[in-house]
């Protein structure tokens, strides 16, 4: 593959001269010169962060074909590591008991490799009942027992893993395992009523011995949140006591933008180095409609945010400024850890195809660093100069 011509002066000066476009902010302006640059003369975010973290995206539906030229661009220019968004779930892979279905799976792997991106698998045991096939915990409709629901783990882990041996080279093995009740270690789900936090070590035990050189990971939200974050370093020294293969631990970072929890992203990330266990951003985005009174009140709120939808024809300047802002200080405070973050991956590469136009009710959502055209939001420059 030919090197890219792009130096590092020329991303600074570039970075000045982008910056002259968009400040001070005018309306409308987000999609004028500087969104319209070349994407072979976009700094490279990859190559911005090269010596710090890798810079990862999620990519969802069948590839190559579900991306535009435009958008492949831009994936090899700015990433080097890739997610699939669901096609290795198991809600995908095993459906139903006995059907697998690797197709899609089998050609993500193929794009990546062609495309020199590595790879993330996602997620071995998503650690919910309505994020497990019905079929996996039972035989017929009686419940599996522990040994039987190990041997099946067991089985379905091997045959994932093993299916991409050398070519996957993280897993995030088990996903949002934790409560969000403080009274409780672990999230209520089948898993734990038949194998307790065996589920946890069993699966990462169970990897390993699949791919010994894959990364393995425990990837879960809200883990920055203090008393979450307790339960999390709780879960891992009892893991780590019986040496269960653990590497790293995804924050998962879907933030929102009237509260990014800087302090305590901060105070995650140290408690994580001091356990040994390298820190992964997973599915970083930005809600700029934030969600959280939807769960609040016992859902009082849902048919009054149900018709929330303030930026259908894209984002005031004031907000893409504050956005800006808001991922340049994450950008900055990712780059000072980073002896310990491994990699930053966004949820999703453009703003089009993000969850969050749809969850939880349907809205027009900007989260991302491009726009839905593929091309840079004020977001993008900002994070490009948070690494220079
Ligand atoms: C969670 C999961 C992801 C994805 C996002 C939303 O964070 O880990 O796989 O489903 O929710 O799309």
């Not at 030919?2 to 409308?28: E, F, M, N």
């Not at 999390?232 to 040496?243: F, M």
């Not at 000072?336 to 999703?348: K, L, S």
């Not at 969050?356 to 809205?363: E, Q, S, T, V």
Request: with cysteine.
């Amino acid at each position: 593959m030919a090197r890219s011509p792009w130096r590092r002066s020329d991303s600074a000066a570039l970075l000045l001269a982008v910056a002259a476009l968009w400040l001070p902010p005018v309306r409308g302006q987000d999609a004028s010169a500087k969104a319209d640059v070349a994407v072979s003369a976009l700094p490279s975010l990859k190559e911005i962060y090269r010596d710090a973290f890798q810079v990862g995206v999620a990519l969802g539906g069948r590839l190559p074909d579900g991306l535009s030229e435009r958008e492949r661009d831009v994936l090899r220019r700015e990433f080097s590591t890739v997610t699939p968004e669901n096609c290795l779930k198991m809600g995908h892979v095993a459906r139903s008991r006995g059907r697998w279905d690797f197709a899609e799976a089998d050609q993500f792997v193929e794009f990546a490799e062609a495309n020199r991106l590595s790879i993330v698998g996602h997620c071995l045991l998503w650690a919910k009942d309505e994020r497990t096939p019905h079929w996996f915990f039972r035989d017929g409709e009686a419940l599996l027992g522990r040994d039987a629901l190990r041997e099946r783990l067991r089985d379905y882990i091997s045959r994932v893993v093993g299916r991409y041996r050398g070519k996957i080279a993280a897993w995030d093995v088990v996903n949002e395992a934790l409560s969000d009740d403080p009274k409780e270690a672990l999230r209520p789900s089948s898993w734990v009523s038949i194998l307790g936090e065996d589920a946890i070590a069993d699966a990462f035990t169970f990897a390993h011995e699949a791919d010994p050189d894959a990364l393995l990971i425990l990837n879960d939200y809200n883990i920055e949140n203090p008393a979450k974050r307790e339960r999390l370093l709780a879960l891992l020294g009892r893991l780590k006591a019986k040496n269960v293969p653990i590497h790293g631990v995804g924050i998962q970072g879907h933030w929102e933008i009237d509260h990014v929890p800087y302090a305590e992203i901060k105070d995650t990330i140290a408690a994580l180095r001091a356990m040994g266990v390298k820190v992964l951003i997973t599915e970083l985005d930005l809600d700029m409609i934030p969600r959280s009174k939807w769960w609040a009140d016992g859902g009082k709120h849902h048919a009054e945010l149900s018709k929330l939808n303030p930026y259908p024809k894209g984002l005031p300047d004031d907000l893409l400024k504050l956005q800006a802002d808001r991922y340049g200080e994450l950008f900055r405070l990712f780059k000072a850890n980073a002896d310990v973050i491994d990699r930053v991956t966004f949820w999703n590469l453009h703003d089009g195809q993000s969850w969050l136009n749809d969850f939880p009710w349907r809205r027009v959502n900007h989260p991302l660093l491009f726009d839905r055209q593929g091309k840079p939001k004020p977001a993008f420059w900002s994070v490009a100069g948070a690494g220079e």
